[in-house]
């Protein structure tokens, strides 16, 4: 038997390198010796404002962007949250085991809550522990997420521990797979689509080159002829390093350190390799938005799927705290 892993992606509409880098290239090259479950999780996206029309279509391109990025259905399930309400019931009955004292010190909370003043609500506060369901319903082992995800990880497992402790060995206690974060163009920002510094996975080389282009490098480097530093540079250090083979980096580094390459010489090589990586990524997502009933077949049938594993589970927690009316 496989290990299980789960991870999941918020539908935030188009996918970035960020998405790509941080998470589906590697889920991708998990799945092989992994038993992976694939979230698309659209209950925890409505904990900011959102649009009904708008949240619809960008599940539908996350599905899409997880399917061109090599995430294979004959080999992982892909589920919609919404699809599978057994999320949400035991999250109910985690909220029960689940200290509000730890919830409102969780890193996100207080980053959110602070974005959005007027609307500090239960979802907000409640997220790690629907995060904790997401994983442990499953009982995945493993779980891909950045390093802004660790205090999750963290709770999920004592979730699981408090769980365990109160009614018996239930739970396996996840590790997580963690994967660095890229910083955005800007140099200082993670990727986001609302300060405008990632790459998209659907945009054209003549897109991507507008960007790269003026995006941030080595301060130092003023003019053409001054030495740069590249472990101080966030071009190579997010980029490069993530696209680049071994020899072009030993290229670069030597050239930046000694000035005998300009930023924009080392900006085209960086270019030519994600347009190499993505050409075939951003063609995939072209043929995918036309298939719109294979994808969403896809993400149905991988729900039914997923709902069979956590319905299994929902009944034994139930069974073990009492609920088993009906067995
Ligand atoms: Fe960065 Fe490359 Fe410029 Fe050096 S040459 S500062 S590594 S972009």
């Known amino acids: 038997m496989k290990r299980r892993i789960f991870s999941g992606a918020q539908p935030t509409g188009r996918l970035h390198i960020g998405n790509y880098l941080g998470a ?32 619809k279509k960008r599940v539908f ?8 990025s090599g995430i294979d259905p004959e080999k992982s399930i892909v589920m919609l949250q919404s699809l599978v309400p057994q999320h949400a019931e035991l999250t109910w009955i985690f909220n029960c ?27 907000l506060l409640d997220y790690p522990v629907l995060m904790a369901v997401d ?51 800007d ?13 998209y996975l659907d945009e054209s080389p003549d897109e991507i080159w507008k960007k790269l282009a003026p995006a941030v490098t080595d301060t130092r480097r003023k003019k053409r002829q001054d030495p740069g530093e590249p472990n101080d540079c966030n071009i190579f250090k997010s980029y490069h390093k993530a696209f680049s083979n071994r020899e072009e980096l030993t290229y670069v580094e030597k050239g930046c350190r000694n000035a005998s390459i300009g930023c924009l010489d080392c900006k085209r090589i960086l270019f030519d390799n994600i347009v190499k990586e993505l050409t075939p990524v951003r063609e995939k997502i072209e043929r995918f938005k036309d298939k719109k009933d294979y994808v969403m077949d896809v993400i149905i049938e991988g729900s039914k799927k997923a709902g069979v594993l956590a319905e299994r589970t929902l009944r034994e927690v ?7 009316y009906l067995s």
């Open 318 to 324: 139930k069974q073990k705290i009492g609920f088993d």
């Open 97 to 123: 085991i689940s200290p509000v004292q730890e919830l409102i010190r969780v890193p996100t909370f207080k980053e959110k809550a602070s974005q959005q003043k007027g609307n500090v609500n239960m979802g």
């Open 187 to 199: 140099g200082t920002n993670k990727m986001s689509k609302t300060l405008g510094n990632c790459i």
């Open 135 to 185: 994983i442990l319903i499953y009982k995945a082992e493993f779980v891909p997420v950045g390093d802004d995800q660790i205090p999750h990880i963290e709770l999920t497992r004592e979730i699981a521990r408090e769980f365990n402790k109160r009614f018996g060995e239930t739970f396996p206690e996840p590790k997580e797979i963690v994967r660095p974060r890229m910083l955005g163009l």
């Open 61 to 68: 391109d996350c599905a899409v962007g997880f399917l061109a």
């Open 24 to 55: 589906l290239q590697n889920w991708a090259q998990l799945q092989s010796d992994y038993d992976c479950v694939f979230g698309i999780v659209d209950y925890h996206a409505i904990t900011v404002p959102f649009s009904p029309q708008e949240i």
